[in-house]
């Protein structure tokens, strides 16, 4: 016991000083909130200052109630009209081609934000063209179609001879909220960006442990077994002692590293008024946690110590790193349909039975039997990968030069 | 040396490579207080030999076992090792380094702090205890390694080619801990292909050669069964009719300088004679055989090939 605890004090201590770790530890929720956060931020961001917009107006109808709408209806938050339009100069008559070399050039200076092109008003459909640099304003690009085709309507509406009261009578304004519901019938407030983003988090944050520190399990093996400081290591201890003491230290320096973490999460979310996991979600998250840490750990073990160059340890590695992607790649489609069949079906697969659980708890709350069955094989899929790995370890660690050969390996797991 | 029971016994031990068998039937006994060396040449099968020894590899035949018992989890406190190819962790720290190592060994952190600054000391390397393994020279990493193997005063240490390396005044340096390690009652078992080394060294020795064992014994006794006495001659002159000398059993001649192998009852008195009437000698000796040259009738001679005695 003593030497599994001077191993797992060794893997640690030496591992929590090294670079890597620090940088690993700030920079990922960093790239996490960066990726998760930011450009959902600055794309419902309401703007500062007032935006130049152009109109090139083939109809000669449009432009100026556009403009008058545009002008009138949204407002900055200091009373100042969102958007100013401006006119292009435009020969009355002349084709609207003729306006867009100067207005594009408008548009590359920076004069205006961008300008519409409206070729013509059609007896159905309507185009509009809408020329900027920044194409990812979602908000401006709502806000001119609602306002065009609210221009137009009343056009036809005149033309019908319907009051245009009675079209705003007939205009409804439709608020859709959704509600989860949770499993005790509380009703729960919920948007979809705040359950996307505690299940994304959860998955991320497991992905990244389980990357980072897998990496970490195989390449101190690697080294080892390369300067051959892995004889004096088994001479010392035995395979058995040195696997658990590993798995033991680095098990700490993941939950060092989770733990820091989650306190950046809390202060994020007492900062910003989130509450993104109930209590009972976070701990049943810290156990497939747990559980997900302690599973892949024995598959790093396996699939590592038997390696015997730095280029099979990326291969191996990157490959793990795929199984691990595949819950990632699901979280959209199973965020839609939470009781998909194969949804529930994946979740029974241990090498992603932790993600899809940080997937699904956020989203939906799943039954309790599958929690605890999944628990189960959990459970017994460690005790299995631990032993089989064990078993690999033993002998992996003392192979150098060729790498065996896969029908080696399950000879050494039978043999024990 | 030769009453009380032996420390380690090998018996028989075997080990096969896929294709290559890489020792077949090596047995000696190592005592306490007593230096072994085990020789032969590259690739002869020491190192797998040590490695089975202390459990790192389980042979497919024969048996180790330390005073009477097999290897176990107590026998990995007993025993120091210094494998044949360096390594530590590069990024850590000396002291750091040597402490794990330590502590693996069921040693006390405390005390083996107190002790592995004294070693350091030693080693003139006390100022260093804070560096990084890497910004070391290869020797003191060698230094720190020797350190590791021994620091937890072991009953048994195995040091694997520990000379290879070491500038001479640290070769002294490791010999005198041989020294004090055996005055301490402590067996030590080395491995070299260095005969010289071998010859002042060790108190018993086993040969290898190709996985087999070739001799082994004390040295005294391998001396007396193996070796001919030679003399040496530093003459001027054409010394190329001494290969003809009655008694001499084969001769290496160089410049101005002859190896004379003697037969068993080589008449010393009227050789020296006949070889001081013919040049002008500078210096004669007569010899023990040296390892060197028995290691080298028994291996690498020309008829050595099958010359398992």
Same mark, same amino acid.
């Given at each position: 016991?003593?030497?599994?605890?001077?191993?797992?004090?060794?893997?640690?201590?030496?591992?929590?000083?090294?670079?890597?770790?620090?940088?690993?530890?700030?920079?990922?929720?960093?790239?996490?909130?960066?990726?998760?956060?930011?450009?959902?931020?600055?794309?419902?961001?309401?703007?500062?200052?007032?935006?130049?917009?152009?109109?090139?107006?083939?109809?000669?109808?449009?432009?100026?109630?556009?403009?008058?709408?545009?002008?009138?209806?949204?407002?900055?938050?200091?009373?100042?009209?969102?958007?100013?339009?401006?006119?292009?100069?435009?020969?009355?008559?002349?084709?609207?081609?003729?306006?867009?070399?100067?207005?594009?050039?408008?548009?590359?200076?920076?004069?205006?934000?961008?300008?519409?092109?409206?070729?013509?008003?059609? =007896?159905?459909?309507?185009?509009?063209?809408?020329?900027?640099?920044?194409?990812?304003?979602?908000?401006?690009?709502?806000?001119?179609?609602?306002?065009?085709?609210?221009?137009?309507?009343?056009?036809?509406?005149?033309?019908?001879?319907?009051?245009?009261?009675?079209?705003?009578?007939?205009?409804?304004?439709?608020?859709?909220?959704?509600?989860?519901?949770?499993?005790?019938?509380?009703?729960?407030?919920?948007?979809?960006?705040?359950?996307?983003?505690?299940?994304?988090?959860?998955?991320?944050?497991?992905?990244?442990?389980?990357?980072?520190?897998?990496?970490?399990?195989?390449?101190?093996?690697?080294?080892?077994?390369?300067?051959?400081?892995?004889?004096?290591?088994?001479?010392?201890?035995?395979?058995?002692?040195?696997?658990?003491?590993?798995?033991?230290?680095?098990?700490?320096?993941?939950?060092?590293?989770?733990?820091?973490?989650?306190?950046?999460?809390?202060?994020?979310?007492?900062?910003?008024?989130?509450?993104?996991?109930? =209590?009972?979600?976070?701990?049943?998250?810290?156990?497939?946690?747990?559980?997900?840490?302690?599973?892949?750990?024995?598959?790093?073990?396996?699939?590592?110590?038997?390696?015997?160059?730095?280029?099979?340890?990326?291969?191996?590695?990157?490959?793990?790193?795929?199984?691990?992607?595949?819950?990632?790649?699901?979280?959209?489609?199973?965020?839609?349909?939470?009781?998909?069949?194969?949804?529930?079906?994946?979740?029974?697969?241990?090498?992603?039975?932790?993600?899809?659980?940080?997937?699904?708890?956020?989203?939906?709350?799943?039954?309790?039997?599958?929690?605890?069955?999944?628990?189960?094989?959990?459970?017994?899929?460690?005790?299995?990968?631990?032993?089989?790995?064990?078993?690999?370890?033993?002998?992996?660690?003392?192979?150098?030069?060729?790498?065996?050969?896969?029908?080696?390996?399950?000879?050494?797991?039978?043999?024990? | 040396?030769?009453?009380?029971?032996?420390?380690?016994?090998?018996?028989?031990?075997?080990?096969?490579?896929?294709?290559?068998?890489?020792?077949?039937?090596?047995?000696?006994?190592?005592?306490?207080?007593?230096?072994?060396?085990?020789?032969?040449?590259?690739?002869?099968?020491?190192?797998?030999?040590?490695?089975?020894?202390?459990?790192?590899?389980?042979?497919?035949?024969?048996?180790?076992?330390?005073?009477?018992?097999?290897?176990?989890?107590?026998?990995?406190?007993?025993?120091?090792?210094?494998?044949?190819?360096?390594?530590?962790?590069?990024?850590?720290?000396?002291?750091?380094?040597?402490?794990?190592?330590?502590?693996?060994?069921?040693?006390?952190?405390?005390?083996?702090?107190?002790?592995?600054?004294?070693?350091?000391?030693?080693?003139?390397?006390?100022?260093?205890?804070?560096?990084?393994?890497?910004?070391?020279?290869?020797?003191?990493?060698?230094?720190?390694?020797?350190?590791?193997?021994?620091?937890?005063?072991?009953?048994?240490?195995?040091?694997?080619?520990?000379?290879?390396?070491?500038?001479?005044?640290?070769?002294?340096?490791?010999?005198?801990?041989?020294?004090?390690?055996?005055?301490?009652?402590?067996?030590?078992?080395?491995?070299?292909?260095?005969?010289?080394?071998?010859?002042?060294?060790?108190?018993?020795?086993?040969?290898?050669?190709?996985?087999?064992?070739?001799?082994?014994?004390?040295?005294?006794?391998?001396?007396?069964?193996?070796?001919?006495?030679?003399?040496?001659?530093?003459?001027?002159?054409?010394?190329?009719?001494?290969?003809?000398?009655?008694?001499?059993?084969?001769?290496?001649?160089?410049?101005?300088?002859?190896?004379?192998?003697?037969?068993?009852?080589?008449?010393?008195?009227?050789?020296?004679?006949?070889?001081?009437?013919?040049?002008?000698?500078?210096?004669?000796?007569?010899?023990?055989?040296?390892?060197?040259?028995?290691?080298?009738?028994?291996?690498?001679?020309?008829?050595?090939?099958?010359?398992?005695?």
């Amino acid at each position: 016991m003593n030497k599994i605890l001077a191993v797992a004090r060794w893997e640690y201590v030496e591992k929590v000083k090294s670079k890597a770790f620090l940088i690993g530890l700030f920079l990922t929720p960093i790239i996490m909130v960066g990726m998760g956060v930011i450009p959902s931020l600055l794309a419902t961001q309401e703007d500062k200052t007032s935006k130049s917009i152009g109109v090139v107006d083939g109809t000669g109808q449009l432009a100026v109630p556009f403009a008058h709408r545009m002008q009138t209806r949204y407002m900055l938050s200091d009373g100042r009209p969102n958007y100013v339009v401006m006119p292009i100069e435009q020969v009355p008559g002349a084709p609207v081609e003729e306006s867009i070399g100067e207005a594009d050039r408008r548009v590359a200076s920076g004069d205006i934000e961008g300008y519409c092109i409206i070729r013509g008003m059609g =007896p159905a459909d309507t185009v509009v063209e809408y020329r900027t640099r920044a194409v990812g304003d979602f908000m401006l690009g709502a806000r001119i179609e609602e306002t065009i085709r609210g221009i137009i309507a009343e056009k036809r509406a005149q033309g019908l001879g319907i009051d245009p009261r009675v079209l705003k009578e007939l205009q409804v304004k439709l608020d859709l909220r959704t509600v989860k519901v949770s499993k005790t019938g509380e009703k729960e407030d919920s948007d979809f960006l705040k359950v996307f983003f505690s299940a994304y988090v959860f998955m991320m944050m497991l992905f990244f442990l389980i990357v980072t520190s897998g990496q970490v399990l195989v390449r101190s093996v690697l080294e080892e077994k390369s300067n051959r400081i892995v004889e004096v290591l088994v001479s010392s201890c035995s395979p058995t002692q040195l696997m658990a003491g590993k798995v033991l230290g680095l098990s700490a320096l993941g939950f060092t590293q989770i733990g820091f973490w989650a306190l950046i999460g809390v202060a994020a979310t007492a900062q910003f008024g989130l509450n993104i996991v109930a =209590p009972v979600n976070a701990l049943l998250l810290i156990v497939y946690f747990v559980l997900g840490y302690l599973f892949y750990a024995a598959v790093f073990i396996a699939a590592g110590s038997p390696l015997t160059t730095e280029q099979a340890a990326q291969q191996v590695t990157s490959y793990l790193v795929m199984l691990l992607v595949i819950p990632i790649v699901l979280a959209l489609p199973a965020m839609k349909n939470p009781d998909a069949t194969w949804i529930k079906v994946l979740t029974f697969i241990p090498l992603l039975t932790p993600t899809m659980m940080a997937l699904r708890i956020p989203i939906q709350m799943p039954q309790v039997w599958e929690i605890v069955l999944t628990i189960f094989i959990m459970i017994v899929s460690i005790y299995f990968g631990m032993v089989a790995a064990g078993r690999i370890f033993r002998v992996g660690i003392l192979m150098t030069g060729k790498a065996p050969r896969l029908a080696e390996i399950l000879r050494w797991i039978k043999t024990g | 040396m030769t009453g009380d029971p032996a420390m380690l016994q090998v018996k028989d031990v075997r080990k096969a490579f896929s294709t290559v068998v890489a020792v077949d039937g090596v047995s000696f006994e190592v005592h306490r207080g007593e230096i072994f060396g085990l020789l032969g040449p590259n690739g002869a099968g020491k190192t797998t030999t040590i490695r089975m020894i202390l459990n790192i590899l389980p042979p497919d035949g024969g048996v180790v076992t330390f005073d009477g018992h097999p290897f176990t989890d107590q026998t990995r406190n007993l025993v120091g090792y210094l494998p044949e190819e360096r390594g530590l962790y590069r990024k850590s720290r000396l002291i750091d380094t040597i402490l794990y190592f330590a502590e693996l060994r069921g040693m006390h952190r405390g005390v083996a702090k107190e002790e592995a600054m004294k070693w350091l000391k030693r080693f003139g390397l006390d100022d260093q205890a804070l560096r990084k393994v890497e910004e070391l020279s290869k020797g003191n990493q060698q230094k720190i390694q020797f350190i590791t193997a021994i620091l937890h005063d072991p009953a048994l240490v195995i040091l694997d080619e520990p000379f290879s390396g070491l500038d001479p005044v640290n070769q002294v340096l490791f010999q005198d801990i041989f020294d004090e390690m055996k005055q301490q009652g402590r067996a030590v078992i080395f491995s070299t292909h260095q005969m010289e080394q071998a010859e002042k060294l060790s108190d018993s020795l086993c040969l290898i050669n190709q996985g087999r064992m070739v001799l082994g014994g004390s040295v005294r006794e391998v001396k007396k069964r193996y070796g001919s006495n030679s003399l040496h001659v530093e003459f001027e002159g054409d010394g190329a009719f001494m290969e003809g000398l009655p008694g001499v059993h084969r001769a290496f001649l160089y410049k101005n300088a002859a190896e004379l192998d003697l037969t068993e009852n080589a008449g010393v008195n009227d050789l020296i004679a006949g070889i001081n009437a013919k040049v002008a000698v500078r210096k004669i000796e007569l010899r023990e055989p040296s390892l060197h040259s028995i290691f080298m009738q028994v291996v690498g001679g020309p008829s050595a090939s099958g010359a398992t005695p």
